[in-house]
């Protein structure tokens, strides 16, 4: 009998932080506000618990809370889905819980430090894999890169049904979409999915990962439909006045992927904290300065209310 399967997302994917206190303690109020934000703002989905959620610092009763929050304030509005991976014996365990609170499927995150085979990474998905009738996103990313071949002998589990690439080869890429088709839904996932999207659409990745999102939600959706619809002048324009000026505070420092993050919604006035755990540090001053500069310029240029935006 056929697994029925979930709708896979597409479009601007949510992926909120894991907002502490000033105890470093998870603040399960600031991470509802996180996620009513994005929800309201339109994006397609919420990926919980992820890159962006520090998957690698919080234990398991966080992520537990993490997926509960993310599963109330959504409220079927939009679909959810988590992040597993590391140690196999967690990710399985994580899957498992994840369906009992109901999500609608996983992005699967690399493998804990080991490069394997690609036979290796094979099993680590299979066995994740087949313990769970979720839906399955393999993230394509440092130590976990799957040759076509790979991924070919993984599809015939029909739970797989997106790949998220945050590796950056194209040839590989181009491979991958043009030999698989819409088997799988295509997501652009590189760390700062914005300034590499015009490159991405064409071949295939209809759905990106947006960190900005978090705290300029509007200027992404703007810069998407632009992009979609061949609107260069406005693309350009975005993407000279927002998009390269925040990628390079967050090339600055390392692990200003995830904690940029906070500092964006922080200026914005969401309730969370500049705060993160090791080894991502906070952002420093000179930098958090320089952000606040670019995103006050960035709602004057392009505010979310004016579909008229002169560029």
Known sequence: MAIERKA??????GFPTAPYNENGKLDEKALAANIEFLVKEGLSSIFIACGS?????INKAEYQAMVEVAMSVAGGKVPVYTGVGGN???AVEVVKLSEDLGADGYLILPPYLIEGEQDGLFNYYK????????????YQRDNAILQLDTLQRLLEYQQIVGLKDGHGNMELNLELTQTIGDRLEWLNGMPFAEITMPAYAPIGYNSYSSAMSNYLPHISKQFYKALLEGNDHLVRGIYVDVL???NRIRKARKGYAVS???????????????????PVIPVEKEHYQQLETIIKYALEKYPADNKEISC
């Open 8 to 13: 896979v997302p597409t479009g601007i994917l």
């Open 53 to 57: 959620g520090e998957f690698h610092a």
């Open 88 to 90: 196999i014996s967690h």
């Open 127 to 138: 066995t994740i894999v087949e313990n769970s009738d979720l839906n399955a996103i393999v």
């Open 244 to 246: 390269l000026p925040i």
């Open 260 to 278: 940029l993050i906070k500092a964006g919604m922080e200026v914005i006035g969401l309730p969370v904290v500049n705060t993160v755990r090791p």
